[in-house]
């Protein structure tokens, strides 16, 4: 039973919990590995997902833009590959070439991250400030088909607050996606 069964999410003020995962860089990318970023953006994302496409270069230009003033972005795949093998490691290595992510692209293989995270979409995000408290989670935007009729950034919203000192104005909203797909 994974927490999309349940619906629980990261209470607001919880700290990140840690990680330790396999990265399509060859790597192993850990909590502590993002400790020199002011913000942290943790999202739960994968391969297949129609919303997570639509998503891809919104999320590749937040990490562009706001890179300089220490944000990090780092994605997270905890899907199942039985049923669905594009979301294979093989296949997100294949993807983030493709696409060009410049973030972290990671395998949870065990789902036991996304578990801890209480992650129930792709993509789901969830912003961490400095001290790695969950100040943001939920959607990047308020219309995944449509960029140009964008009428609430909410990730950027929430890393402007976030950068600026301030508390985050609307700290939550319902992740628009698909659901994880947990093993069985």
């Known amino acids: 039973m994974g927490v999309a069964d349940s619906l629980i999410e990261l209470p607001l003020g919880s700290p990140a919990p840690d990680f330790a995962l396999p990265g399509v860089d060859g790597k192993t990318h850990s909590l502590q590995s993002f400790n020199d970023r002011k913000i942290l953006v943790v999202m739960f994302t994968c391969n297949h997902c129609p919303y997570v496409q639509a998503n891809e270069r919104r999320l590749i230009e937040i990490q562009r833009d706001y890179a300089a003033q220490g944000v990090q972005l780092v994605a997270i795949n905890a899907n199942e590959t039985e049923h669905y093998p594009e979301d294979r490691f093989e296949e997100m290595q294949k993807r983030a070439k ?87």
């Not at 001290?131 to 009729?149: I, S, T």
């Open 98 to 184: 493709q696409i060009g992510y410049n973030f972290p692209y990671l395998r949870d293989g065990t789902q036991k991250v996304a578990d801890a995270y209480k992650a129930t979409h792709t993509p789901h995000v969830m912003v961490f400030d400095q001290e790695r408290h969950l100040r943001y989670a939920g959607r990047v935007d308020d219309n995944w088909k449509e960029p140009a009729q964008v009428k609430s950034q909410d990730l950027r919203n929430a890393l402007e607050d976030l950068l600026a000192g301030q508390a985050v104005r609307v700290p939550q909203t319902f992740a628009v996606g698909c659901t994880i797909k947990w093993r069985t």
